[in-house]
């Protein structure tokens, strides 16, 4: 095949690297090395060149974001950060007909019997053509894009669909992929390492909560530290000091996280009482984490303060307004899993949507801590993959800039589709405005060219798993059924009703 930009040949153009990076670098060897594969032609050396040149460059934006565009006879690749300019060469190569399916470190080639999974794919074996007058402008519309899987383990696969952090360090997206998005020592549960029972118990019991009329200095094991005193502002002192540790530590890093310890240690001293009536137990935590925010202002003024929206503190108000640099990460544990965020039809994604709603009128910088796996049943298919789009565009219109998708984390191959929800979760990440006819060309293509020739059947049990009990809620954790205020649905022997993946009248007498 060739490539052409106008009447020009692209084979006789030049390569010519503006900024000279390692990411730049490795943007070139990637940008040659498919363009070989396709054409059987590399690009020749930079610099003068009379058929024209290839010049990939880079701005220093925070936002994610490219041009591709046709001047003067050249084409400019240009990013508006040093990963931006990898991701525009990325989707030139899309469009002249790669596709990067799947992570290359868990296999390369996986066999299966006498079937080999392709993890990438030339999709056209003919002539693409560009317009003389090339142009494209894409901007991420989510900042923060992660997810954690056996899928998206491989840090040269993730920068291929985009992804730019490692929220736990799972891998890490470093120089040679233009830098992660990242938090300074951990991204969440960080009150117990922020105030260490070990340092404070002692000096300041009031910096910790209250029960029973006794402040809690101990705790009796793993995830049992209490949580803060949230009404106690003198200990945002110790607090800012302790994150400005952190971040002198990593001064790369983008967000230090004030965040609740994974339990439900709430403080009930008489001031916190109070605030709780006032604002709830979540814009007492917001006053809290605004607090600290303004002392770390003072000295990293661009350093985002992350916290979290959970366990205890889901009680989503507009009463207290977040700091700017405050960013609230969402956990909707009891979102429902068999419909769309925004659908109508389901009471229970309802109240969820007004939350997010509510949320973000607290705060432009929502983030989404996303449970996209059971916990319990591993090997049970979720029946959203024909839903996440409408779920991805409802988080971009309510301020959400930032998600990080728990997938599957521990089992590889496993008739969950780890392989295609990732590929998905990619593009959506970057663009959860696509058309509903945009989106389901990625499924039917990575379906056809991953699975091979009998995909047809593949698609045809995914619509029907998707589609076996419309009316049913489910959540994540568990996979146990709820009813449309929430509540879980309970068999005569009072037993949780586990997720109903048969045709609603069996199952209408427990839903009623």
């Given amino acids: 095949m060739n490539v052409f930009l106008g009447d020009k040949n692209l084979s006789e153009f030049g390569l010519h690297i503006k900024k000279v990076s390692e990411c730049t670098l490795y943007a070139a060897s990637e940008l040659n090395a498919y363009y070989y594969k396709a054409t059987g032609k590399a690009f020749k050396e930079g610099g003068k060149n009379k058929s024209g040149l290839i010049v990939i460059d880079y701005g220093d934006k925070f936002d994610d974001g490219f041009t591709i565009k046709a001047e003067n006879g050249n084409l400019y690749l240009t ?12 989707e030139l190569l899309e469009r ?3 596709r990067f399916f799947s992570c290359g470190s868990a296999y390369r080639m996986l066999e299966v019997g006498s079937y080999m999974f392709p993890c990438e ?3 056209c074996d003919k002539d693409v053509f560009f317009s003389e007058n090339l142009y494209i402008r894409q901007r991420a519309a ?7 899987s056996f899928a998206t383990r491989d840090s040269e696969f993730c920068a291929k669909i985009r992804l730019n952090a490692a929220t736990w360090g799972v891998r890490e ?26 340092e404070y118990a002692e000096s300041h019991p009031e910096y910790f909560a209250e029960i029973n009329g006794k402040r809690v200095t101990e705790s009796p ?21 302790r994150l400005i540790e952190w971040k002198a530590a990593e001064p790369d890093a983008d967000y230090v996280s004030v965040s609740q310890n994974d339990n439900l240690l709430f403080c009930e001293c008489e001031n916190c009482k109070r605030a709780y009536k006032k604002h709830g137990r979540f814009g007492t935590l917001i006053l809290y984490v605004n607090e600290v925010a303004e002392r770390l202002e003072r000295v990293y003024p661009e350093l985002k303060i992350h916290t979290y929206a959970y366990m205890g503190t889901d009680d989503i108000n507009d009463s207290v307004k977040a700091h700017k640099n405050v960013v609230i990460q969402w956990c909707p544990v009891t979102m429902c899993r068999n419909h769309a965020l925004d659908d109508p039809s389901c009471r229970l994604n309802a109240k969820h949507l007004s939350a997010l709603k509510t949320l973000a009128k607290v705060t432009d910088n929502v983030f989404v801590f996303d449970y996209r796996s059971c916990l319990k049943y591993a090997m049970l298919n979720f029946t959203d993959i024909f839903k996440l789009r409408e779920t991805m565009s409802a988080y971009a219109e309510n301020h959400v800039t930032g998600l990080y998708s728990e997938l599957c984390l521990e089992t590889l191959n496993e008739p969950t589709f780890e392989e295609l929800r990732a590929y998905l979760f990619g593009k959506l990440l970057w663009n959860p405005y696509m058309s509903e006819e945009e989106y389901d060309g990625h499924i039917n293509e990575f379906l056809k060219y991953f699975y091979g020739a009998g995909w047809r059947y593949i698609r045809e049990y995914l ?8 009316d049913m809620h489910y959540t994540s954790f568990y996979a146990c059924m709820r009813d449309d205020e929430g ?3 309970k068999d005569e022997n009072g037993r949780h009703v586990f997720a109903a993946f048969t045709p609603y009248e069996k199952t209408e007498p427990f839903c009623k």
């Fill in 463 to 470: 619509e029907r798993w998707c589609g076996v009990n419309p």
């Fill in 79 to 90: 990013g508006d950060n040093e990963r931006s300019a990898l991701y525009a060469v990325y």
């Fill in 142 to 148: 989510i900042a923060y894009r992660d997810g954690w």
């Fill in 487 to 489: 509540r879980y649905i």
């Fill in 173 to 198: 997206m470093g120089k040679k992929f233009g830098g992660e998005r990242k938090f300074a020592h951990s991204a969440g549960h960080t009150f117990c390492e922020l105030l260490p029972l070990s």
């Fill in 121 to 123: 794919a030339l999709t």
């Fill in 96 to 98: 002249i007909g790669w």
């Fill in 221 to 241: 094991g793993w995830n049992g530290e209490p949580q803060f005193c949230l009404t106690n502002f003198e200990s945002a002192d110790a607090v800012a000091e």
